[in-house]
């Protein structure tokens, strides 16, 4: 019933800028947590950045000063602009939606940075 769907991702150069989007459908209810995961081959699923209904951000250390998340909360969007991309930001990113204790997870959209 409700669908997280990322869109944005592709092919970029170091150095590039790439903004994700993930939307929110099927669903009359509002994320009181929004953010981004992502997963590289090999590797965990690493938390990148959240935001709260009230503007509260977070991000991990590897994007801070890159990275900015934002969100629409009447449309319950997210975005993930990325700017001085990386090699090592290549990854499937994974949209998240959290309400209460309950997750929600959209399929991911790669991210693929060349060098």
């Known amino acids: 019933q409700v669908r997280l769907v990322e869109s944005g991702g592709g092919l970029v150069q170091a150095g590039g800028s790439l903004r994700l989007s993930c939307a929110a459908s099927g669903t009359i209810f509002s994320f009181n947590t929004m953010g981004w995961y992502r997963q590289a081959p090999g590797k965990q699923r690493e938390l990148v950045a959240t935001i709260t209904t009230g503007g509260s951000t977070t991000s991990a250390d590897s994007v801070k000063g890159r990275f900015t998340i934002s969100r629409d909360n009447a449309k319950n969007t997210v975005y993930l602009r990325m700017n001085s991309l990386k090699p090592e930001d290549t990854a499937v990113y994974y949209c998240?939606?959290?309400?209460?204790?309950?997750?929600?997870w959209g399929q991911g959209t790669q991210v693929t940075v060349s060098s």
């Open positions: 998240i939606g959290r309400r209460n204790v309950r997750d929600y």
